[in-house]
């Protein structure tokens, strides 16, 4: 279970969350919110890639920055936008991925091999990622956060450009993880999760509430 007591996060002046509380259980939790928002503000605060101003987070019962270490093992993370190792394959850079996540490289492999079979990018793993396409790039960013089976998962739009069959295909591995993880996604197409979600909150005007 992830928590956030009375979190803010502001940029300059301009104040983004403003002392949020929520708790995200086992599940997904899906966030909405106009864009500019605060959505990919908040996932980040998750994921330990920013700091908030103010307010504690929470993994398991025990406040960061103690229990950084332990969320950050439990994490799998697929921010919206990040720029990849063009230069190498989509199997290179997993790999890459799975050794900073301190993965056992072979098992790793199989995996990545198994999700990329899911989400149609199997085909390509080989391949350079400087031939890509944004959504290829999408679901292998995707693919990295999904590698060890994370108890965490933090979702940035993985569904974003991405053809309905293929975005389709991606939410069955986004709900099958939600049975023993803590999800959280952001969308702007909440209505086709909806229903599989154990909350769906809104972010606005620094606020975050049930949607
Ligand atoms: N590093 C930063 N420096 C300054 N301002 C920032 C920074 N990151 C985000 N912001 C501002 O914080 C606000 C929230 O941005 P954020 O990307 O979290 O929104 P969002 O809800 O994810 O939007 P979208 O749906 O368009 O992705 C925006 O006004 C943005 O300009």
Redesign the pocket.
């Given at each position: 279970m992830l928590k956030l007591t009375q979190i803010s996060r502001s940029?300059?002046r301009?104040t983004?969350l403003d002392a949020v509380s929520a708790s995200f259980p086992v599940g997904l939790t899906l966030l909405v919110?106009?864009?500019?928002?605060?959505?990919?503000?908040?996932l980040r605060l998750i994921a330990t890639a920013e700091k908030p101003n103010k307010g504690e987070v929470a993994w398991d019962g025990a406040a960061l920055p103690g229990a950084r270490q332990a969320l950050r093992a439990a994490l799998g993370y697929a921010p919206?936008a990040v720029e990849l190792p063009d230069d190498l394959t989509a199997r290179e850079f997993a790999l890459h991925m799975a050794a900073l996540k301190g993965l056992d490289a072979r098992e790793a492999d199989v995996q990545f091999g198994a999700i990329t079979e899911r989400i149609g990018l199997h085909a390509d793993i080989n391949n350079r990622i400087s031939t890509f396409s944004g959504g290829m790039r999408r679901r292998l960013i995707f693919a990295q956060a999904m590698l060890g089976a994370p108890r965490l998962l933090a979702l940035d739009?993985p569904t974003a450009e991405l053809d309905g069959e293929t975005a389709a295909r991606l939410s069955e591995l986004i709900v099958e993880r939600a049975r023993e993880a803590v999800v959280v996604m952001?969308t702007?197409l909440a209505d086709a999760l909806a229903p599989a979600a154990v909350q769906v909150l809104r972010?606005d005007q620094g606020r975050v509430v049930p949607a």
């Amino acid at each position: 279970m992830l928590k956030l007591t009375q979190i803010s996060r502001s940029y300059g002046r301009k104040t983004v969350l403003d002392a949020v509380s929520a708790s995200f259980p086992v599940g997904l939790t899906l966030l909405v919110g106009p864009s500019g928002a605060g959505k990919s503000t908040l996932l980040r605060l998750i994921a330990t890639a920013e700091k908030p101003n103010k307010g504690e987070v929470a993994w398991d019962g025990a406040a960061l920055p103690g229990a950084r270490q332990a969320l950050r093992a439990a994490l799998g993370y697929a921010p919206q936008a990040v720029e990849l190792p063009d230069d190498l394959t989509a199997r290179e850079f997993a790999l890459h991925m799975a050794a900073l996540k301190g993965l056992d490289a072979r098992e790793a492999d199989v995996q990545f091999g198994a999700i990329t079979e899911r989400i149609g990018l199997h085909a390509d793993i080989n391949n350079r990622i400087s031939t890509f396409s944004g959504g290829m790039r999408r679901r292998l960013i995707f693919a990295q956060a999904m590698l060890g089976a994370p108890r965490l998962l933090a979702l940035d739009e993985p569904t974003a450009e991405l053809d309905g069959e293929t975005a389709a295909r991606l939410s069955e591995l986004i709900v099958e993880r939600a049975r023993e993880a803590v999800v959280v996604m952001t969308t702007h197409l909440a209505d086709a999760l909806a229903p599989a979600a154990v909350q769906v909150l809104r972010v606005d005007q620094g606020r975050v509430v049930p949607a």
